[in-house]
């Protein structure tokens, strides 16, 4: 469903995203969509004719599309389609389908800022989470017209990984989670230019805080490197060095009620790091000296508050099993997730993952090999399992 709404032109982006993705899309657009965007072009991208009359020749436009559809997204979604939608109307094409519909519905929103804050609004959008409908958090950052602020529309490829995630299983509800993530690997400073470092993208991090944050949560990313997709409604704080990271996750850790530290520490660092660049003329070999870096996961595990979950990150190149079990034991973590990254599949920069999952109950889980993602996902509903176990005071 497109709405009319100056983000409008981004359905065709996210149309595009979802073919590619193997999904057939058919699109329903309001009148006033129409004054935005140019149905031609949804109908050539989407490959199939656009509708938007429910008194068209078709015998029952609503229901046929109802029944067609696995799922149902409405993008952008505007404060007045948002309103129809909590108030059951069915005043054209996309509200009587969406009304007729048993598949799963999510709501893009996109509006100013003022319009998203508005006590009309926010109710219509309580109204529609108590109704079962899924709303995905709107992005900040600047708004048509100028201003900067809450109400810019996810980005197309949050929205397509938003409808994937829905399609695989019911979603969680983390509204009232504040979820911290640690991504990448840091960064160890020889020199002011030149640093010792490991190969980890961030990716496995960055897919926690993406799922964690479509699901509702407020989320926080202590990252080393940019996120693979634009960042979206999360936080984030960059950082460079294993010092730098400890300092914010320490901070960060005091609001959060999940801590993931997927980043990839470096265990050891340069004793010394010269504050200029060093020279090459005349050296032939350079020593470094490494000396060991603090134990972010120790610090954060010493300062728990009382039912704060944290999970650890286990990379190995061999034993997995073993040294889950072991690191479970002396991290004293919640949860410890593992993962072979002797495997190109599995390691560092791939886009899936392998791990095994287990926590401090007794819970084991194996998954296959999987999208990061799918991957994150899983350690959510891990979270959500084990969080409810943790012990009062
Ligand atoms: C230039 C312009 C931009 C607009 N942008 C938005 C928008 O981003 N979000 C929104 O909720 N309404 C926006 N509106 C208002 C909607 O177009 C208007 O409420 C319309 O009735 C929505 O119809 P629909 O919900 O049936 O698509 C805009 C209006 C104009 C004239």
């Given at each position: 469903?497109?709405?009319?709404?100056?983000?409008?032109?981004?359905?065709?982006?996210?149309?595009?995203?979802?073919?590619?993705?193997?999904?057939?899309?058919?699109?329903?657009?309001?009148?006033?969509?129409?004054?935005?965007?140019?149905?031609?072009?949804?109908?050539?991208?989407?490959?199939?004719?656009?509708?938007?009359?429910?008194?068209?020749?078709d015998p029952s436009p609503h229901t046929e599309l109802a029944s067609w559809a696995d799922l149902i997204v409405v993008v952008p979604a505007t404060a007045d389609f948002i309103a129809k939608l909590a108030n059951g109307f069915a005043a054209d094409l996309a509200t009587t389908t969406i009304l007729a519909a048993a598949a799963p519905v999510l709501i893009a929103p996109a509006m100013h800022s003022n319009m998203l804050a508005a006590p009309a609004t926010q109710r219509n959008l309580a109204t529609l989470v108590k109704d079962g409908r899924i709303v995905l958090p709107a992005d900040f950052g600047r708004l048509a017209g100028g201003d900067v602020g809450l109400g810019r529309l996810l980005d197309p490829s949050w929205i397509g990984d938003a409808i994937e995630l829905r399609l695989g299983g019911a979603l969680l509800d983390l509204s009232d989670r504040r979820v911290l993530v640690s991504a990448g690997g840091t960064r160890e400073a020889y020199d002011a230019v030149r640093y010792v470092g490991?190969?980890?993208?961030?990716?496995?991090?960055?897919?926690?805080?993406?799922?964690?944050?479509?699901?509702?949560?407020?989320?926080?990313?202590?990252?080393?490197?940019?996120?693979?997709?634009?960042?979206?409604?999360?936080?984030?704080?960059?950082?460079?060095?294993?010092?730098?990271?400890?300092?914010?996750?320490?901070?960060?850790?005091?609001?959060?009620?999940?801590?993931?530290?997927?980043?990839?520490?470096?265990?050891?660092?340069?004793?010394?790091?010269?504050?200029?660049?060093?020279?090459?003329?005349?050296?032939?070999?350079?020593?470094?000296?490494?000396?060991?870096?603090?134990?972010?996961?120790?610090?954060?595990?010493?300062?728990?508050?009382?039912?704060?979950?944290?999970?650890?990150?286990?990379?190995?190149?061999?034993s997995l099993a073993s040294e889950v079990e072991r690191k479970l034991a002396t991290k004293r973590v919640d949860i410890l997730v593992g993962n072979d990254i002797s495997s190109p599949a599995t390691g560092f920069g791939a886009l899936h993952n392998q791990v095994i999952i287990a926590d401090r109950f007794g819970g084991r889980v194996e998954l296959p090999l999987l999208p990061k993602l799918d991957v994150a996902q899983e350690l959510l509903r891990q979270a959500e399992r084990v969080s409810r176990q943790l012990p009062q005071g």
């Open positions: 469903m497109i709405t009319g709404g100056v983000a409008a032109f981004k359905a065709l982006e996210l149309i595009r995203e979802l073919t590619v993705r193997g999904m057939q899309v058919r699109a329903v657009m309001t009148e006033a969509a129409e004054r935005f965007i140019a149905r031609q072009s949804v109908a050539a991208v989407s490959g199939s004719p656009v509708a938007t009359d429910l008194f068209s020749p490991n190969r980890s993208s961030g990716r496995q991090g960055w897919a926690i805080a993406e799922a964690a944050a479509l699901q509702g949560a407020e989320v926080a990313v202590v990252s080393t490197v940019d996120s693979p997709l634009p960042e979206g409604p999360v936080r984030v704080v960059r950082v460079e060095s294993a010092f730098e990271m400890e300092a914010a996750m320490v901070e960060e850790s005091a609001a959060a009620d999940w801590i993931f530290m997927a980043a990839a520490v470096a265990d050891f660092r340069p004793a010394e790091a010269a504050d200029r660049k060093l020279k090459r003329d005349g050296v032939e070999r350079l020593r470094l000296e490494l000396v060991a870096n603090p134990d972010i996961l120790g610090r954060l595990v010493a300062g728990r508050r009382e039912r704060q979950l944290i999970v650890g990150f286990a990379a190995e190149t061999g």
